[in-house]
Each structure stands twice: as structure tokens, then as C-alpha cells.
């Protein structure tokens, strides 16, 4: 039976690799560039649109834990930002060019999968199995056939992205190299602002002139990607405690921390472009252009791109889909990535490798164990199956989604630290356990196809 898969974004080829390496047959649909969308660039597979960071690498911290699952696990999106991966403090992120390419060369490589360049306008519920991977930009009639499919609303929010400057444009005597706290390697550019020239870029920022929405559009951001100017309009210091937080960001030069700070992180391995963190925007290009030109450092600043906004599509996940990724009413219709209402590029692989196994154990025959609710990927796919419906927002892996310790453990133990040691440990346990069952069904996956 051949699986088909809709969507060359990160999910859908997360999803097309982790079946195709089980032997079995993939049909792989990205409409790019065919039709193309507001947001990329490329009609590569897993181009990057928004920042370049898979997020932290630091021990015991939830991102960590969720991607050392992956990683025990196989997953071949994260062995790409491995080895594409560039200087970012204790953080993982790549050159989005080779990223991409790494993807295609391993899509291109695998004899199972067979790529398609169009758009998918319908999907038979009762013909084969169907990974919806479409992503937060789904077309407006794929977009009809799966409300057709889950009877339920679509939720909308908008989504941004962090403008890019070229690295020889930043004016190297008045920024600084470091990472916060010194955790990791001081890959960062930190441009330092005193509190004249924060007030200036604050107030230029409130009254900056923004990009029309249509009538129709409904500004319901997403609140961990919040554009720069609505953070700004919470209160003057809201910035301050945001992306341009400062502390732990002493600049070496003056042996103080200085009253905000706008940290750049590298775009690529060349080291040629950096894109300004957590800077998205909803801002008219000459308005940032004028704006952006007052942080120190970027007074002549030449912009590769600017911030922007888009919108992002994702189904009601807690009232249609059951734990193993799939229509409850249409069992064999799986959901992976943003559209199935997760948050980030990590979450987007992570849900595309879980869909891809457990469609390529039901294509077997077989009914798939759905991963532990003790693991980061288990507690994921928990919230976005059990969450409240009438209040249901994208999530990122975060410690609250995790399964607490249990009180006794809460009372002995006071460092929160410690705390999550102690979670994650408990996780990798369980996420071990539940691995070596699925490993027995992968080789009988594998002892079957190529029989």
C-alpha cells in the first residue's frame, strides 16, 4: 500500500522519510512552485520562513528533551539541522540553505518516495492512507476539503517573520559578541542601547505606521510570537522584558548592562547574514527600514529581507483527532505539522515523525501504540489532542505540558532545576520502553514489505 503525503514543508517530509525508510511506498505532494504562497521564498522542501532556530540545546530543558527523543528515535529532519547546523550559543540553528538541501538530497536519494509537484484539491477518506501536512499556509481548497472532512471551524492566527541583514552593513565598533549568561559559545551580535536611545526607537516604533490588514482578516496572533509593535504597545519597558531583554548581557567593553539590547543571530555558515531576534513585524518595508536604522550598529543597515506577516491555518485538534495523529471520524486521514496544531519547527518534525510511523504501522495492519504521555513527544500530542475546543492555541513543548512530578517528589526536591532533571530522565525512560515495542514493529514492518 502506498501512503500519500501532502505537504514539503518540515512535517510532510519528516513524515515521507520515516515511512520510506520502513520500506514503504510514498507519494509525496508539495504544490510549490507551482502555486506559491505568501510566505517563501524557495520550492524547496523544509525551507525555513520565520527565524533559523530549532531552539535550545541546553541540558534538561524541555526543547532538549523533545529533541533528544527525536534523535533516539531516528528522525531525519534533525540529522539535516545537525549537520547544517551554525554558532548559536546553546542553541540549535542552521543555515537554512543547506538545511534545505540536506532535505532534498535525502528525498531525492530514497527509492520509495515519489515526488509530486501540484496541488492536492481533494482528499477520499475511504482510498488508501493521507498524512495532511499541508502547513499553516494550506491552500484555500485543500482548506475546504479538510473542514469537509473534520466538520469542525477553522482557527486562524497570523504568524511572523524576523527581518535579515547583510553582515557587512552592521557597524562592528559599537556591538558586541556574546550569549547571554555566557551559556555556550558568544555567537550573538548584541547591539547595547542606554535608555535615550531605547525611549527614541520606542516611540518611533508605537507610532510606525503598519501594513493594512483586509477586511476580512482577523488579527489573532499567536502569543509567543507576538509582532514587535504590539508587544511595544503593552508598555513602554514590555520590550525591555522581551526581545531586547538585557540581562545577562554585560558588555565586555564597559563591564555594564546596558538598558536594552537587540541580539543578532547568524543566518547561514558563511556568516553573511544575521536575522534580528524575536523582531517580527507587521510594519510597512520604509517604516521599518527607518525604524530598525536606529538600533546601534544597524545605522546603515542593508536589509536581504524584511519582517512580514502571514497567516496560519490549523485545524480544532482536541475535537477531531485521536492520539495516534488521525481523524477519529476518518481513521485513515493523519495530521502532522502546524496545521495539526502545534507550534515550531521542532514540534512541525517531531508530529511528522510520529504521523509517518504510526500511517506506516496501519498500513501494515496493524494498529499503532500511541508514545507515552510521560515523554515531551507523548505530553505534546497530548495537549493538542485534550485541550479545551473552545479555547484551543497552538502549543510549543514547554515543561507545563509534561507530566508533574509527583507531590512527594515536589517536597523533597526544591530546585527546579533538579526538577527537571528529573522529568526528563523519567521521560527518556518511558520514551526507551515505548521504543523498544516500536522497534520490534518496524522490523516486522521491514521483514514484510520486502517479502
Same mark, same amino acid.
Given at each position: 500500500?502506498?501512503?500519500? *503525503?501532502?505537504? +514539503?514543508? /518540515?512535517?510532510?517530509?519528516?513524515?515521507?522519510?520515516? !515511512? #520510506?525508510? @520502513?520500506?514503504?511506498?510514498?507519494? %509525496?505532494?508539495?504544490?510549490?512552485?507551482?502555486?506559491?504562497?505568501?510566505?517563501?521564498?524557495?520550492?524547496?522542501?523544509?525551507?525555513?520562513?520565520?527565524?533559523?532556530?530549532?531552539?535550545?540545546?541546553?541540558?534538561?530543558?524541555?526543547?532538549?528533551?523533545?529533541?533528544?527523543?527525536?534523535?533516539?528515535?531516528?528522525?531525519?529532519?534533525?540529522?539535516?539541522?545537525?549537520?547544517?547546523?551554525?554558532?548559536?550559543?546553546?542553541?540549535?540553528?542552521?543555515?537554512?540553505?543547506?538545511?534545505?538541501?540536506?532535505?532534498?538530497?535525502?528525498?531525492?536519494?530514497?527509492?520509495?518516495?515519489?515526488?509530486?509537484?501540484?496541488?492536492?484539491?481533494?482528499?477520499?477518506?475511504?482510498?488508501?492512507?493521507?498524512? *495532511?501536512?499541508? +502547513?499553516? /499556509?494550506?491552500?484555500?481548497?485543500?482548506?475546504?476539503? !479538510? #473542514?469537509? @472532512?473534520?466538520?469542525?471551524?477553522? %482557527?486562524?492566527?497570523?504568524?511572523?517573520?524576523?527581518?535579515?541583514?547583510?553582515?557587512?552593513?552592521?557597524?562592528?565598533?559599537?556591538?558586541?559578541?556574546?550569549?547571554?549568561?555566557?551559556?555556550?559559545?558568544?555567537?550573538?551580535?548584541?547591539?547595547?542601547?542606554?535608555?535615550?536611545?531605547?525611549?527614541?526607537?520606542?516611540?518611533?516604533?508605537?507610532?510606525?505606521?503598519?501594513?493594512?490588514?483586509?477586511?476580512?482578516?482577523?488579527?489573532?496572533?499567536?502569543?509567543?510570537?507576538?509582532?514587535?509593535?504590539?508587544?511595544?504597545?503593552?508598555?513602554?519597558?514590555?520590550?525591555?522584558?522581551?526581545?531586547?531583554?538585557?540581562?545577562?548581557?554585560?558588555?565586555?567593553?564597559?563591564?555594564?548592562?546596558?538598558?536594552?539590547?537587540?541580539? /543578532?543571530?547568524?543566518?547561514?555558515?558563511?556568516?553573511?547574514?544575521?536575522? @534580528?531576534?524575536?523582531?517580527?513585524?507587521?510594519?510597512?518595508?520604509?517604516?521599518?527600514?527607518?525604524?530598525?536604522?536606529?538600533?546601534?550598529?544597524?545605522?546603515?543597515?542593508?536589509?536581504?529581507?524584511?519582517?512580514?506577516?502571514?497567516?496560519?491555518?490549523?485545524?480544532?485538534?482536541?475535537?477531531?483527532?485521536?492520539?495516534?495523529?488521525?481523524?477519529?471520524?476518518?481513521?485513515?486521514?493523519?495530521?502532522?505539522?502546524?496545521?495539526?496544531?502545534?507550534?515550531?519547527?521542532?514540534?512541525?518534525?517531531?508530529?511528522?515523525?510520529?504521523?509517518?510511523?504510526?500511517?506506516?504501522?496501519?498500513?501494515?495492519?496493524?494498529?499503532?501504540?500511541?508514545?507515552?504521555?510521560?515523554?515531551?513527544?507523548?505530553?505534546?500530542?497530548?495537549?493538542?489532542?485534550?485541550?479545551?475546543?473552545?479555547?484551543?492555541?497552538?502549543?510549543?513543548?514547554?515543561?507545563?505540558?509534561?507530566?508533574?512530578?509527583?507531590?512527594?517528589?515536589?517536597?523533597?526536591?526544591?530546585?527546579?532545576?533538579?526538577?527537571?532533571?528529573?522529568?526528563?530522565?523519567?521521560?527518556?525512560?518511558?520514551?526507551?520502553?515505548?521504543?523498544?515495542?516500536?522497534?520490534?514493529?518496524?522490523?516486522?514492518?521491514?521483514?514484510?514489505?520486502?517479502?
Amino acid at each position: 500500500m502506498k501512503i500519500r *503525503v501532502i505537504g +514539503g514543508g /518540515l512535517a510532510g517530509p519528516e513524515a515521507a522519510l520515516t !515511512i #520510506a525508510h @520502513l520500506g514503504v511506498e510514498v507519494e %509525496l505532494y508539495e504544490m510549490r512552485p507551482v502555486r506559491t504562497t505568501p510566505a517563501h521564498q524557495t520550492a524547496d522542501f523544509g525551507e525555513l520562513v520565520c527565524s533559523n532556530s530549532l531552539k535550545s540545546e541546553s541540558e534538561y530543558t524541555a526543547p532538549w528533551l523533545l529533541k533528544q527523543e527525536m534523535r533516539r528515535a531516528g528522525s531525519h529532519l534533525l540529522a539535516c539541522a545537525d549537520r547544517s547546523a551554525v554558532p548559536a550559543g546553546h542553541a540549535l540553528a542552521v543555515d537554512r540553505v543547506e538545511f534545505s538541501r540536506l532535505i532534498n538530497a535525502a528525498i531525492e536519494a530514497e527509492p520509495n518516495i515519489r515526488v509530486h509537484r501540484e496541488e492536492v484539491i481533494e482528499i477520499e477518506s475511504g482510498e488508501g492512507i493521507t498524512i *495532511v501536512a499541508s +502547513g499553516p /499556509l494550506t491552500s484555500s481548497a485543500l482548506s475546504s476539503q !479538510i #473542514a469537509r @472532512l473534520t466538520g469542525s471551524e477553522h %482557527l486562524a492566527f497570523y504568524d511572523s517573520i524576523s527581518p535579515i541583514v547583510e553582515a557587512d552593513s552592521i557597524d562592528m565598533q559599537r556591538v558586541y559578541f556574546a550569549a547571554r549568561w555566557d551559556k555556550g559559545t558568544a555567537d550573538y551580535i548584541n547591539c547595547p542601547m542606554s535608555k535615550e536611545e531605547y525611549d527614541r526607537f520606542y516611540d518611533a516604533l508605537v507610532s510606525a505606521e503598519q501594513v493594512q490588514e483586509k477586511e476580512w482578516e482577523k488579527l489573532e496572533y499567536f502569543e509567543g510570537c507576538l509582532p514587535i509593535e504590539e508587544i511595544a504597545r503593552r508598555g513602554r519597558d514590555t520590550l525591555r522584558f522581551g526581545p531586547m531583554k538585557p540581562v545577562g548581557l554585560r558588555d565586555p567593553r564597559t563591564g555594564k548592562t546596558p538598558w536594552a539590547v537587540v541580539q /543578532l543571530r547568524c543566518e547561514n555558515l558563511r556568516a553573511d547574514s544575521y536575522n @534580528l531576534v524575536g523582531f517580527q513585524n507587521h510594519l510597512k518595508y520604509g517604516e521599518q527600514a527607518r525604524i530598525l536604522r536606529l538600533i546601534p550598529g544597524l545605522e546603515n543597515a542593508k536589509f536581504l529581507r524584511y519582517g512580514q506577516i502571514h497567516r496560519n491555518t490549523y485545524i480544532n485538534a482536541p475535537r477531531v483527532l485521536s492520539e495516534t495523529l488521525n481523524l477519529r471520524d476518518h481513521p485513515s486521514v493523519f495530521f502532522a505539522g502546524q496545521i495539526s496544531g502545534v507550534e515550531g519547527y521542532t514540534e512541525s518534525i517531531a508530529t511528522g515523525m510520529l504521523a509517518g510511523l504510526y500511517a506506516a504501522i496501519r498500513a501494515a495492519g496493524s494498529e499503532p501504540t500511541p508514545v507515552p504521555r510521560q515523554t515531551a513527544l507523548g505530553s505534546l500530542v497530548h495537549y493538542i489532542t485534550h485541550a479545551e475546543g473552545k479555547r484551543f492555541d497552538p502549543a510549543n513543548i514547554t515543561f507545563d505540558l509534561l507530566v508533574p512530578l509527583e507531590e512527594e517528589v515536589r517536597r523533597r526536591v526544591r530546585d527546579k532545576r533538579e526538577r527537571h532533571r528529573l522529568q526528563c530522565e523519567r521521560a527518556l525512560a518511558a520514551f526507551d520502553g515505548w521504543w523498544s515495542g516500536v522497534t520490534r514493529t518496524r522490523l516486522a514492518i521491514g521483514a514484510a514489505t520486502r517479502g
